[in-house]
């Protein structure tokens, strides 16, 4: 690519299936675990201004200023979708949700539209605030929790009871009306706010929620990947209601639990999503844990199908998606937010080996170097969830330690042996090549 962002045609031989032998060529914004694996594949690494590449690991701020000024190659892969802050901004993601449970419910039925019932009871701020004023009425005594939609890591966030307790927020100029505002270039910051779960389900007094990852390779069709790992991450003070200002209570984002008096940064506040299901089903035993999973798995298929037609569609795009659920004490999940840059620095060891696996599995989907075929239902840890319709499982393909005794082929919190399923697979691939099948 040039410097206003188009491919340089001159600069390099015409493309080959495989890259002929060319070594791929990459460029990355992050300093972190994706660094390592994009550097450990033998490709090369371009510097930071050029703008010749095959795959770059971008950040959303390059997609929002130089994505649609670009022309690319049909094999070039970005990080991104153009839009992804449709599913990925908090405000939008509720936005999106409302407009296809209603939709769901005028067009199949109360049945179907009920299957959406998995995001709290939400509105925008400061536009819906007197939408919010009515409902706050109409339950009295509940929590509600403020969030601004652009901020990360538990910036921002706030619990309260009353509304007076949001007197102040409300008087400040970040909430003001851009009429009522001295700058007027300067539109007011947006919040959300929701009804809060007041009955998570807590393990050793603990609240938690899950981070879950989704890849998906396209929106038209969809086409969504599940990956197998993932973890939970713990608050690190017991839950209680009776102080809702304690942050170290409420909120389990580690870039906010790291930073309490007693955190121990070797003990971490997670568990793998294996430990946590084991833990689920010696407790609760095998077909309520099935029933959760299979409404987790719904959680992710009805909010990417919840944007699917808005998304563009980009043949060089792909997004990896950080999912937080909550699950309740009913065993019920809810769906917290969609993040579209899941931290990919490594809290310790075990997050660090986590993330180097799921970020190779990643870039072997993408499938740079033309290996795979397209039909693969598992590639690694990552199990293919949809496919233009839901993707059911292969007979014998059920190797979880209490295998579902349902089809789809989703495995979450699953025996995770991707290294052994890559050998069988690029076996598979070599010997379909020799035979010419």
Not at 63 to 87: A, G, K, S, T
Not at 386 to 393: K, L, R
Not at 404 to 429: A, E, M, V
Request: charged share 30%; glycine share 6%; net charge positive.
């Amino acid at each position: 690519m040039n410097k206003t962002g188009k491919v340089n045609q001159s600069s390099r031989a015409p493309m080959k299936k495989g890259f002929g032998d060319r070594a791929i060529r990459f460029k990355c914004s992050m300093q972190n675990t994706i660094l390592d694996v994009l550097r450990s594949r033998g490709w090369v690494e371009v510097k930071e201004d050029d703008t010749d590449f095959d795959l770059f690991w971008a950040d959303r701020g390059w997609m929002r200023e130089y994505f649609d000024q670009c022309f690319m190659e049909d094999h070039v892969r970005i990080n991104h979708f153009r839009n992804h802050y449709e599913l990925t901004r908090k405000n939008l993601m509720v936005k999106n949700l409302k407009r296809y449970k209603k939709n769901l419910d005028r067009e199949v039925g109360k049945l179907e539209a009920a299957k959406c019932d998995f995001f709290p009871t939400t509105f925008e701020l400061p536009s819906e605030y007197h939408m919010f004023v009515d409902e706050f009425k109409r339950n009295p005594g509940s929590v509600w929790i403020m969030k601004p939609v652009a901020k990360s890591q538990g910036k921002g966030i706030f619990l309260f009871r009353k509304l007076k307790d949001i007197t102040e927020w409300k008087k400040s100029d970040i909430y003001r009306p851009r009429e009522e505002k001295i700058d007027e270039k300067e539109p007011p910051e947006t919040y959300i706010v929701s009804k809060y779960i007041e009955r998570p389900y807590v393990i050793g007094g603990r609240k938690f929620d899950l981070r879950v990852y989704v890849l998906v390779t396209s929106y038209v069709p969809l086409k969504a990947w599940l990956y197998r790992e993932g973890f939970a991450r713990f608050s690190n003070t017991r839950f209680s209601l009776e102080s809702i200002d304690d942050a170290y209570v409420h909120l389990t984002n580690v870039a906010v639990q790291k930073t309490a008096p007693d955190y121990d940064p070797d003990k971490g506040c997670k568990w793998s999503l294996q430990q946590v299901r084991q833990y689920l089903t010696a407790k609760h035993g095998l077909e309520p844990v099935e029933e959760l999973i299979r409404q987790i798995n719904a959680v992710f298929i009805n909010s990417l199908l919840s944007v699917q037609k808005i998304m563009i569609n980009d043949k060089h795009c792909f997004e990896l998606y950080g999912y937080d659920i909550l699950i309740d004490a009913n065993l019920k999940p809810w769906l917290i937010e969609v993040n579209a840059s899941p931290s990919l620095t490594a809290s310790g060891p075990e997050d660090y080996t986590l993330k180097l696996g799921l970020l190779e599995d990643v870039l072997h989907i993408v499938d740079m170097e033309n290996r795979l075929t397209g039909k693969e239902k598992r590639v690694g840890g990552f199990d293919l969830m949809w496919d233009d319709g839901p993707v059911f499982a292969e007979e014998g393909g059920l190797d979880c330690i209490n295998p579902p005794s349902y089809s789809t082929n989703t495995f979450l919190g699953c025996h995770n042996d991707r290294k052994k399923q890559l050998r069988n697979l690029i076996k598979q691939l070599m010997a379909q090549k020799k035979t010419g099948s």
